[in-house]
Structure formats: structure tokens, C-alpha cells
């Protein structure tokens, strides 16, 4: 038996549209033995919202399955001053924080969403607020570093540029808490007690997903969903050990190759 980490957005749904076989492919999994943790990089909702919200496609899972960037930065960043740029949805899973307006020992950088809130939170002037912490010496962490996702529309700018532009105006370097981070992989392998030679990483991101989880010693399948682009496998940069059409061949593709 494995452990399988699952990546969530592109693969179990895009905007919220999920993407068919994934309830099977779990309930199949799940019969098959298969240790599993859902591991997202996603910032716009809280992981109990996020939960339901998967619930609601039919995909049976715990709440205290699904790994989210919040929670990961509420660990890391516990008792400090931060300037957080994030959706407010996600506020309340930064427990144990201070959040404050000036004065920061840190500047969080959350992700992007599909609603105006995006244009408030990535406003000139928070980000020159957070530029001004920064030249104070506050450090910079952020949820992902995502340059883009996936969305019913097409592709849509995610925060992975804001935090870029914060890197270089104040010439630091970020510290991300998300996937592809080694904390990030380290606490889901914890969760399940697995070995990362024997864990599958399964996702639809190239570099976050796929390269992050070789990086860290593990096998990868890519899904031709979500934001799997072609161009980037023929690159050949990073070689996933599997590729399938999506989330419903996973339990047959396992079965065979494990
Ligand atoms: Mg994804």
C-alpha cells in the first residue's frame, strides 16, 4: 500500500467545476488500502469550507485530511507581528498571529482569487505597505509563489508576480510555506508516516506539484487536467513518472504500475 498525496484544484475540480471520476477514484483508493492527504495550495477559502466543498462532489474525506497554506503559515509565523495580504476568507485560519498594520516582524503574502477582493488586497498601496516593512527588516513569507492558476475562463495572474515584485524592490527573498516548500511536503509525509520513496505525489502542476515532490524523493503522476499544459512535459525539465488523462485513471494506473 502507498501513501498518495493529492493535489486538489485542477485535479478534483477547476472554479469550483469538479472534474468527473474523482469521487470514485477516491472511494477506489480508499478500498484499495492507500494512505491518503490532500495537499492544496489554494488561499481563497478556509480548509473546513474547502472540506464541504469536496464533500459536496461526492469525495469522502475528513477535514483533517486536507493540508492548507493558512494553517501552514499559522505554525511558521505563531506570536509574531505580521502585515498579511490575504483573502479574507482565510483570516480566521491564522490563529496564534498578530495581525497588524505597521510595525511587522513579517509580511505574509496570501494568493489571488476569481473576485474584486483581489484588486483591494494587491492595491499600490498595501503593496508599497508592505514594501515599507520590508525596508524596515520585517521578513517576507508567502502562501505559494503560484505565477498563475487554472480558472473556468483560462489561466489568471496569481500572486506568485506581487510576491516576485515585493523580492525585488526590496532585494530579500521569500520564504514559501506552500507547495513546492520542504516544510510544506515534510508535514504531509509526517501526517501519514510515510517514507517518500514509497509516497506518490499526483497534481496537475508542472513545477509545484511534480518537480516539488522529486526534489523531495518522491514518485509523481501528472493529470492532463487543470493547468497541464503539453508544452511544458515536452520541455522535458521535469519528468513526472506517470501521466494520465486525469484524477478517474489513477486507482487502474496504480494498480498496474505499483
Ligand atoms: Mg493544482
Redesign the pocket.
Same mark, same amino acid.
Given at each position: 500500500m502507498a501513501a498518495i498525496l493529492l493535489? #486538489? $484544484?485542477? #485535479?478534483f475540480h477547476v472554479s469550483s467545476e469538479p472534474i468527473g471520476g474523482g469521487a470514485d477514484a477516491v472511494r477506489r483508493l480508499r478500498a484499495a488500502g492507500h494512505r491518503l492527504r490532500f495537499v492544496?495550495?489554494n488561499t481563497i477559502r478556509a480548509r473546513s469550507a474547502l472540506a464541504e466543498e469536496l464533500r459536496s462532489m461526492g469525495i469522502e474525506l475528513d477535514d483533517e485530511e486536507l493540508q492548507t497554506t493558512p494553517r501552514a503559515a499559522a505554525a511558521a509565523l505563531a506570536g509574531r507581528r505580521v502585515l498579511a495580504l490575504t483573502m479574507h476568507a482565510i483570516v480566521g485560519e491564522l490563529e496564534g498571529i498578530e495581525l497588524v498594520g505597521e510595525d511587522a516582524e513579517a509580511v505574509l503574502v496570501g494568493g489571488a482569487d476569481e473576485t474584486p477582493e483581489t484588486n483591494l488586497v494587491f492595491s499600490y498601496m498595501n503593496l508599497a505597505r508592505a514594501f515599507h516593512e520590508l525596508e524596515g527588516g520585517a521578513q517576507l513569507y508567502c502562501l505559494h509563489k503560484n505565477r498563475w492558476?487554472q480558472t473556468k475562463h483560462g489561466p489568471l495572474l496569481d500572486a506568485g508576480a506581487f510576491v516576485a515584485g515585493l523580492e525585488y524592490a526590496a532585494d530579500v527573498e521569500a520564504i514559501v510555506l506552500g507547495k513546492p516548500s520542504t516544510a510544506y511536503f515534510e508535514a504531509a509525509l509526517q501526517a501519514l508516516d510515510a517514507d517518500p520513496g514509497l509516497t506518490w505525489m499526483v497534481?496537475? $502542476?508542472i513545477d509545484? $506539484?511534480i518537480g516539488g515532490a522529486q526534489s523531495h524523493g518522491m514518485k509523481t503522476v501528472l493529470v492532463r487536467t487543470?493547468?497541464f499544459r503539453p508544452d511544458a512535459v515536452e520541455a522535458g525539465r521535469v519528468r513526472p513518472d506517470g501521466i494520465i488523462s486525469s484524477i478517474a485513471q489513477l486507482p487502474d494506473w496504480l494498480e498496474e504500475h505499483l
Amino acid at each position: 500500500m502507498a501513501a498518495i498525496l493529492l493535489d #486538489v $484544484d485542477g #485535479v478534483f475540480h477547476v472554479s469550483s467545476e469538479p472534474i468527473g471520476g474523482g469521487a470514485d477514484a477516491v472511494r477506489r483508493l480508499r478500498a484499495a488500502g492507500h494512505r491518503l492527504r490532500f495537499v492544496t495550495n489554494n488561499t481563497i477559502r478556509a480548509r473546513s469550507a474547502l472540506a464541504e466543498e469536496l464533500r459536496s462532489m461526492g469525495i469522502e474525506l475528513d477535514d483533517e485530511e486536507l493540508q492548507t497554506t493558512p494553517r501552514a503559515a499559522a505554525a511558521a509565523l505563531a506570536g509574531r507581528r505580521v502585515l498579511a495580504l490575504t483573502m479574507h476568507a482565510i483570516v480566521g485560519e491564522l490563529e496564534g498571529i498578530e495581525l497588524v498594520g505597521e510595525d511587522a516582524e513579517a509580511v505574509l503574502v496570501g494568493g489571488a482569487d476569481e473576485t474584486p477582493e483581489t484588486n483591494l488586497v494587491f492595491s499600490y498601496m498595501n503593496l508599497a505597505r508592505a514594501f515599507h516593512e520590508l525596508e524596515g527588516g520585517a521578513q517576507l513569507y508567502c502562501l505559494h509563489k503560484n505565477r498563475w492558476w487554472q480558472t473556468k475562463h483560462g489561466p489568471l495572474l496569481d500572486a506568485g508576480a506581487f510576491v516576485a515584485g515585493l523580492e525585488y524592490a526590496a532585494d530579500v527573498e521569500a520564504i514559501v510555506l506552500g507547495k513546492p516548500s520542504t516544510a510544506y511536503f515534510e508535514a504531509a509525509l509526517q501526517a501519514l508516516d510515510a517514507d517518500p520513496g514509497l509516497t506518490w505525489m499526483v497534481g496537475d $502542476d508542472i513545477d509545484a $506539484d511534480i518537480g516539488g515532490a522529486q526534489s523531495h524523493g518522491m514518485k509523481t503522476v501528472l493529470v492532463r487536467t487543470g493547468k497541464f499544459r503539453p508544452d511544458a512535459v515536452e520541455a522535458g525539465r521535469v519528468r513526472p513518472d506517470g501521466i494520465i488523462s486525469s484524477i478517474a485513471q489513477l486507482p487502474d494506473w496504480l494498480e498496474e504500475h505499483l
